[in-house]
T-cell receptor, first 114, second 114 residues
C-alpha cells in the first residue's frame, strides 16, 4: 500500500527548460511535504518543503505546488541545469512532528539533456 | 557545519551474523532517524531517537534495534542477518521534533549480506 506515489520513474528535459516532477499521496492526514535530491553514492539532500496550510513555496529555481483537494504536489525546476540530473524523492509526514517518520515515494530519475 | 557522518561506508557480512552501524548527527541536532533503502521497497523508516529515547519504530522485525547516546550519536544494530537485509542504511538528523523540520541525511552505509 503505497501512500506516496511518483508515477514517472524517469523524466528527460532539455537544459534551460522547465522540469516538472509529480507526486500523489493517499493519506489525508499528511500535513508536511518535502522534496529530496539524490546523487549516486550519496544520501538524499533536502531541497524544499511545504506545509499543508500553503499551496506554494519557492526557493530560487525550485518551486513546490500543493493541491490538497487532489492530493497532489509537484516540483518545478526553472531553468533546468545539468547538475539537476539526479533522482528526486517526494516525502510526506503526518501531524506530530514527524514521529512516525517520513513516507517516501520511489523516486523519479531526472535527466537533463544538453 | 559538518554534515551527518555515517561509518562504515561499506560492510560485508554473512547470514546469521550481527552488525552495528554508527551515525553522528549535525552538531546541535538531537534527533536521529534511521532509514533502509532497497531497490524494491524504496526508503523506509526504521526508527527515530530523541534525547536517548526511541520515539517510534517503523514496520521492521525486532532484529533491528538502535540506541542514542548522551552526545546524540546513534548506533543501529541488526542481529541474525538475512540476505534480505542487504540495503543502504541511511541516518538522518534534524534540529527539532516539536514541529515540522526537514531531515538531513548522511551518505549511508551499504550493507551486503552473503
Amino acid at each position: 500500500d503505497q501512500q506516496v506515489k511518483q508515477n514517472s520513474p524517469s523524466l528527460s528535459v532539455q537544459e534551460g527548460r522547465i522540469s516538472i516532477l509529480n507526486c500523489d499521496y493517499t493519506n489525508s492526514m499528511f500535513d508536511y511535504f518535502l522534496w529530496y535530491k539524490k546523487y549516486p553514492a550519496e544520501g538524499p539532500t533536502f531541497l524544499i518543503s511545504i506545509s499543508s496550510i500553503k499551496d506554494k513555496n519557492e526557493d530560487g529555481r525550485f518551486t513546490v505546488f500543493l493541491n490538497k483537494s487532489a492530493k497532489h504536489l509537484s516540483l518545478h525546476i526553472v531553468p533546468s541545469q545539468p547538475g539537476d540530473s539526479a533522482v528526486y524523492f517526494c516525502a510526506a509526514s503526518a501531524p506530530g512532528g514527524g514521529a512516525d517518520g517520513l513516507t517516501f515515494g520511489k523516486g523519479t530519475h531526472l535527466i537533463i539533456q544538453p | 557545519k559538518a554534515g551527518v557522518t555515517q561509518t562504515p561506508r561499506y560492510l560485508i557480512k554473512t547470514r546469521g551474523q550481527q552488525v552495528t552501524l554508527s551515525c553522528s548527527p549535525i552538531s546541535g541536532h538531537r534527533s536521529v532517524s534511521w532509514y533502509q533503502q532497497t531497490p524494491g521497497q524504496g526508503l523506509q523508516f526504521l526508527f527515530e531517537y530523541f534525547s536517548e529515547t526511541q520515539r517510534n519504530k517503523g514496520n521492521f522485525p525486532g532484529r533491528f534495534s538502535g540506541r542514542q547516546f548522551s552526545n546524540s550519536r546513534s548506533e543501529m544494530n541488526v542481529s541474525t542477518l538475512e540476505l534480505g537485509d542487504s540495503a543502504l542504511y541511511l541516518c538522518a538528523s534534524r534540529a527539532t521534533v516539536v514541529s515540522n523540520s526537514p531531515l538531513h541525511f548522511g551518505n549511508g552505509t551499504r550493507l551486503t549480506v552473503t
